[in-house]
């Protein structure tokens, strides 16, 4: 009798025992299926400041760097993103931006769509072939984009202060990781005649006033200055906090030593007032790898 109470505790010892070890493998592998449920798409957006910064004669290699950058974008999107959801699992996404430049002719509709990679369902479905089709449109119309702009006898100047205002919306999604990787000088400003007839209330103002830029460089207090007197960009009564939005400025030039910092103050305060508190700024860079290794660390951060 005491053999066989023995043996009956043994077997429920044992049982017990397996009992747990399923319930935690149970318990594990809800983690790993809950946690890749809470990983969100990306969604990358890649602005374009087609001003004089592309101008031949002015930046012979700009429009060269620019392509290998947005090239890498693109491919670090396929490989990290959309190829390890399958393709077909994958709803990330991918678009560039082009501000108009005030008084030049747009870019032309069809080659806006296709620097998109917006895919539907029924595109999603079908897998890898279907997003090679939708790559090989964007990166022919990159170059498309760039011999149109590269032509231009006049420039402007870049309206990314009018982009935040009238189409960020339409390019920021919800319930995604948010990525704006922006390809500017950083200086925001327009020709003479154009910048005159631009918003302005008191010391904001819709574009970057280069003259404000070279009187804050004789001040060692300039950052306090900019604050108290109220200087900086207009704000355009847009809130993106809900949107995760991370921001990236890369290939930023600096006419002065001391221009970059205040450049930068410029900007990071108005992305603040949308919402957007992760802002981060790269100068110009000789080698474009440089960039591109920034971007790849850039979008590895959640």
Known sequence: MEKNIKGLAAVLAALLVLTAGCTSDKSDAKDISSEKSLTKPVNIIVIVDTSDRISKMRNPRQIEKDIKIIESVVNIFEEKFVRVNLYIGS??????????????????????????????????????????????KLLGAIDKLYQSVGKQIEFTGSD???????????????????????????????????????????????????????????????????????HGLLEIKQDFSDYNVKFLMVEITHRHMLDLEIVKEYWRTWLKSMGIVDSQFLPTQDDPQIVIERIKEFISTE
């Not at 103002?205 to 460089?217: E, G, L, N």
């Open 160 to 230: 990314i202060w009018r982009w935040f205002r009238d189409s960020a919306g339409v390019y920021l999604k919800s319930d995604t990781r948010n990525y704006i990787i922006c390809l500017s000088d950083g200086y925001l400003d327009f020709n003479n005649d154009i910048q005159n007839g631009r918003s302005k209330v008191g010391n904001k103002t819709s574009y970057i006033p280069y003259s404000q830029i070279k009187k804050f460089r004789d001040m060692p207090n300039w950052k306090q200055k900019f604050h108290t007197e109220g």
């Open 91 to 136: 709803k990330d996404r991918l678009a560039l931006a082009i501000p108009e430049q005030p008084n030049v002719p747009p870019i032309q509709q069809q080659t806006l769509e296709n620097l998109k990679i917006w895919p539907t369902p029924k595109q999603r479905a079908g897998g890898a072939p279907e997003f090679k089709k939708m790559k090989t």
